[in-house]
């Protein structure tokens, strides 16, 4: 079964940066989406931005213009870079990977996560 571990992330000043890395225990070719989600204390979690194995990406509004992200197939792991970081980006962070195995049954899987703390 797919296991995933997040890590990079740590405490920030507002206007720095980030790159959190998704390490995926078998290869990525075959995951249909893998997705960072994040949530914040108090709140909902949330999809930040999902990349397809086809390598088609989307973003969330509130990162639009200062994330990116993106797989690296040949280590299995997916990145999401984050650029002029603010107080309102703080929360812990969550790579998800969704799909189907071989024999139809839809899989989602959750990582641990890792904290970003945005404060000067």
């Known amino acids: 079964q797919v296991q995933l571990v997040e890590s990079g992330g740590g405490l920030v000043q507002p206007g720095g940066s980030l790159r959190l890395s998704c390490a995926v225990s078998?290869?990525?070719?075959?995951?249909?989406?893998i997705a960072w989600y994040r949530q914040a204390p108090g709140k909902e979690r949330d999809m930040v931005a999902p990349?397809?194995?086809?390598?088609?990406?989307e973003y969330a509004y509130y990162v639009k213009g200062r994330a990116t992200i993106s797989r690296d197939n040949a280590k299995n792991t997916v990145y999401l870079q984050m650029n002029s970081l603010t107080p309102d980006d703080t929360a812990v962070y969550y790579c998800?990977?969704?799909?189907?195995?071989?024999?139809?049954?839809?899989?989602?899987?959750w990582g641990q996560g890792t904290q970003v703390t945005v404060s000067s």
């Open positions: 998800n990977a969704m799909g189907m195995d071989v024999q139809g049954t839809f899989y989602n899987t």
């Open positions: 078998r290869s990525i070719i075959g995951i249909n989406v």
């Open positions: 990349i397809t194995g086809g390598g088609s990406t």
